[in-house]
C-alpha cells in the first residue's frame, strides 16, 4: 500500500519524465513585427481589422453584426496606427474578456511596442486603454464605437481618416483638402 508521500512523490517523478528538462514555454506569438501597415488591414466602419489565427472571416463576422457578438482568438482591432487590441486565447486575461492591449511607435522601418498588456496600458496621451474599452456594452466584446457605450474620443471621423492614410508603414497616400485641415487642427490643439 502507498503512501499518500509516496503517491506525491511518484505523481512528481512521471510528470518530470513527460517534460524535458530543456522545455521552455512557448515563445509569445505577438512581437513588434506582427504589426505593419494599418491599411493592410480590413476596413470597417472606419476601424480596421485582421486575424492574427487566419480566421478574418469570423472576426468580420463578429465587426459586422448588428447585434455584437465575441470576437475569436486571434482579433486584431484598430482605430489609429498607434494603438491595437488583440483577442487572445479563452481565459487568457478574464478582466478584459482576453484581450491585450498595444501602445506603439511607428516610423518607415516599421513598429516597436512602447507599452503592453490588459488592464494597466496607458496611451500617449495619459488615457487608460481597459479603461475606456470597459465601458463598451457586453455584447460589443469591449470594442468602442459611437453607440456602444464608451465615452466619446476627441477625434472626428476626418481627423481618424487622415491619421490612417498618414501612417508612416504604409505607402505614401494623397489627403484631401479636408484631411489635411483635420491634421493642421490637430496640431494646433496638441500645440506643436
Known sequence: MRTPATRL?????FAALAIPA??????DPISAETFGCIRDMTPVRGFYVDNLDGNLEATLAVANS???????PGSVVQLVPTEVMVK???GFSPATRDWEFFELDVSAEGSTIRARGF???VNRFGGNCFACHVKARPEWDMIC???HGCDPIPLT???TRAIQKTDPRCEPTELTTEEIEALQALQAAAGG
Not at 9 to 13: H, N, R, V
Not at 22 to 27: G, K, L
Open 9 to 13: 512523490l511518484l505523481a512528481f517523478s
Open 119 to 121: 488592464a494597466d496600458v
Open 157 to 159: 471621423q476626418v481627423m
Open 22 to 27: 530543456h522545455a521552455e514555454a512557448p515563445a
Open 88 to 90: 487572445r486565447e479563452a
Open 66 to 72: 448588428p447585434t455584437g457578438g465575441v470576437y475569436p
Open 145 to 147: 464605437e459611437q453607440d
